[in-house]
């Protein structure tokens, strides 16, 4: 299976601005996505999308290409994945004048997986035959039974609410929440607009290497992993 491996980093971010390059354990936070690109055995390729300039400088230093421009059209607060992942896999295929049998996103906002992360989604993906390998991580104490609606300041259980008020996490049924970190689809399920299909199987990932840097807040619970590690 020859895969496309695709970092998306536009330049705009509200929650963290410049967020792909901020600092994270020393270096910008792409460079550890990209390092994990690098250490892959089951990428064929790997570029960087971005419609800025100084995110694909630091990209090209930490040994990524970004081969393109991304369109001002794909790089608003509005933009979709699907639509940039699509581009991504159009403009590499007419540079290459070559096909790829699947493509791999992958985030920079969660740069804590692990080369075989990427390698054991794609491994999956081509023994199962599925549509895609999405990335999960175990809800633990978050698990959707718990949570409520909130309605005039009251609250409120939601259908699938726990069957009895404090009812043990042990009791509960196992669900998995995307974590952001691998998206891996099959060519033809990309063409058609989607990246998961009708056929989804999970990469599990610890927590440890589930972060999502959304806020400050996430950047700094990363660093401190990074520490801990170390």
């Not at 980093?9 to 600092?23: D, E, T, V, Y």
Request: net charge positive; glycine share 6%.
């Amino acid at each position: 299976m020859r895969a496309l491996g695709v970092i998306p980093a536009r330049g705009g971010s509200k929650g963290i601005p410049r967020k792909n390059i901020q600092l994270l354990g020393g270096k910008p936070l792409i460079a550890h996505t990209i390092e994990a690109a690098k250490a892959s055995r089951r990428l064929a390729r790997f570029i960087v999308s971005t419609e800025d300039e100084e995110i694909a400088a630091a990209a090209r230093r930490c040994g990524a290409e970004a081969p393109f421009v991304r369109p001002a059209r794909l790089a608003t607060d509005s933009a979709r994945a699907i639509p940039v992942m699509q581009h991504a896999l159009e403009t590499m295929e007419a540079m290459e004048n070559a096909r790829f049998d699947a493509l791999v996103m992958l985030q920079p906002t969660t740069p804590l997986r692990a080369a075989a992360d990427i390698d054991g989604a794609l491994e999956l993906l081509e023994a199962s035959r599925a549509d895609s390998v999405i990335s999960v991580v175990d809800c633990g104490g978050h698990h959707p039974a718990r949570m409520k609606y909130l309605e005039d300041g009251r609250l409120v259980d939601p259908p699938f609410c726990e069957a009895y008020e404090t009812q043990p996490r042990q009791e509960l049924r196992p669900m998995y929440l995307r974590n952001g970190a691998i998206y891996a689809v099959r060519r033809e399920i990309l063409v058609k607009g989607s990246l998961k299909g009708g056929d989804c199987r999970a990469w599990i990932m610890p927590q440890s290497r589930s972060v999502n840097i959304d806020t400050p807040e996430d950047l700094e619970y990363a660093r401190w992993l990074l520490e801990k590690k170390k």
